[in-house]
């Protein structure tokens, strides 16, 4: 009974532990940046008004947000959604008015979709850097008008089109893109670089998946020899010492996982489904640039060609990491129990 | 005879279901919140999408782990001094110290406190550390546990040149290792719990050890508590079923003596 009960809580106060270092990390990647604003004193009336940007629109409707300062557990400078009451949207003249108050501040960019409550990280300035952008329309692709200074199209068909952008501002926000070209407004819009950061952490991700995976696999070994704990105590003993390497090391792996802000689900970091869809959404919109005649589906356009060439040169990776992930113990494991069984083989003299 | 054994494993079934159930409630609510189908949501918000119940939970445990190493110092000396010197008041000790065992907690809350503060350790961690080292509940289980262990063994131990220390480390402990058990457990289980101390000690919310925080939790969901309870219930699970045949042979022996 107690082995039994040692084995099992051995496990779960090293995942509670692992837990705990990898909630940091997610809870760190999962706060929104925003950019916030002021609600400006329109002149003759006693309210304020805000830039339309400010407005949120998603499939439960719309929301405006403003900041403020929680608590307790809720500790933090957090995002609580406006009474639609207390604001009315002027889509004509392209502003909200809001009754004016001193202080508030509202939220008018965000890297990722809010939620009431949420830990917002309120970005001041950002570097300016060339980047590309893939908008995908669902419906078809509109007309696209001038295209201010810096920005231009590299590539378009029926579902995407792909800008060149001179100097987007860092970190990439969707409603930031949306307001530079407003015929974005009902597309799905992806940064070039963002991806690019996505596709660099999936190794790292798939690193930590990989320890978990060994200190799973070094523990269901060690469980089956633990019942003889007095004779195998050197492999016991191995095996601790190299999930408690794990552990020590699982910080580092964390380090390295950098998922950009606006590639992340609403609500979950688990939402494997979320990160799939935009993946092949991405990728499908890119390989529907590539020539008709053109046996390799290879974009067009440089930016393209790079980013489809570096994703097929990663995207094995993960898999494979995790797969040495359980390989190596399980092989640990098995020459533990070889050497174990050499040692008590009689010797005959 | 069959008669009384059948009740009494009746009432054991009864008792054994009165017990389990608030637990079975509790892990079921986690997992099928009131109205909603089966969902892992709260389990994410608590283990994963959050680290601030998780990061309590350890500062708890260092809490509960200083608590635990200073009693047992504290008391396992006490306890050989009671059990095995003599001094003059020696009785009159042990005495006061059996009506400071069973003074309520809340009577001593207030002259802790003017103590800590005079000190000027409140808000901090040793405001609740302190003060938990030295609950005379320890050394009385130890004292007890101590008195079984024959004269003539620590009078050999004396002969073969044993100084206190040594016979402490080599003889008398290992021979208790059931009330030291005992106290290990109460110890931890008291400092786990403890509500009334931060209360009252502490003023920073983010220094409340998780029993206290729990109360706070945001109060939008009940099923976050909910998964909270489960995560709280991990340490003392795991003492109960790891040290459940040395606790009960460490009451038993305290009672008996």
Known sequence: MKKKALCVFILIFWMLVAVTMISMRVEKIMIPQVVTTGARNDRGASGGVLPLDALFVDDTGMHLYTTYEG????????????????????????????????????IQYASKPIREGELVNVNK???????????????????????????????????????????????????????MIPELREARVYSFSQMGLFLESLTAVGLVFAMLLAAVTLWLGSCFMAREAGKNWVPLLVNGFLALTLLVCLPLALGAVNLPSSMLPREQITDFGYFIRQYQEFFNALKSFSPGSSTISMPESEAGQVIVAYKNGIIMRPL?????????????????????????????? | MKKT?????????????????????????????AGQRL?????????????????????????????????????????????????????????VLMILMVLPLQVTLAPN????????????????????????????ILTQSFKSVSADIIDAAKLDGCGVFRMLTKVVLPMNTSGLVCVTLLSFLDGWNMVE?????????????????LAYVPPADPTLQLVCCILVVIPPLFLFTYFNKELVEGIVLAEVK
């Open chain 1, 71 to 106: 608590t307790g557990w809720e500790a933090g400078e957090r995002a609580r959604e406006q009474d639609p009451s207390s604001y009315e949207v002027d889509f004509e003249a392209e502003k909200i008015k809001v009754e004016y108050s001193w202080g508030v501040v509202y």
């Open chain 1, 125 to 179: 300035t950002g570097e300016c850097v060339p980047d590309h952008w893939l908008a995908v329309f669902p419906e078809g692709t509109p007309e696209i008008g001038p295209l201010s200074e810096g920005v231009s199209i590299e590539e378009r068909n029926g579902q995407a089109v792909q800008f060149s952008v001179e100097k987007a501002q860092e970190p990439y926000m969707d409603g930031r893109a949306k307001s």
């Open chain 1, 320 to 349: 494979l990491i995790m797969g040495v992930g359980i390989a190596l113990p399980a092989a640990l494991i098995v020459v533990e129990r070889a050497v174990l069984q050499i040692r008590r083989r009689p010797r005959i003299k």
């Open chain 2, 5 to 33: 054994s059948c009740f009494s494993g009746l009432f054991a079934l009864l008792l054994a279901f009165v017990s389990i159930a608030p637990f079975v409630y509790v892990l079921t609510l986690s997992f099928l919140p």
């Open chain 2, 39 to 95: 969902t892992f949501r709260y389990y994410y918000d608590v283990f994963l999408g959050s680290s601030q119940y998780l990061v309590r939970f350890w500062k708890s445990m260092g809490i509960c782990g200083a608590i635990v190493a200073g009693q047992l110092v504290v008391s396992v000396l006490a306890g050989y001094g009671f059990a095995k010197c003599e001094f003059p008041g020696k009785n009159t000790l042990l005495f």
């Open chain 2, 113 to 140: 406190y003017i103590m800590l503060d005079n000190l000027g350790l409140l808000d901090t961690y040793y405001a609740l550390i302190l003060p938990s080292i030295f609950v005379p509940l320890g050394a009385f």
């Open chain 2, 197 to 213: 101390q931060p209360i009252a000690y502490l003023k920073d919310f983010i220094r409340y050890p998780i029993s206290v925080a």
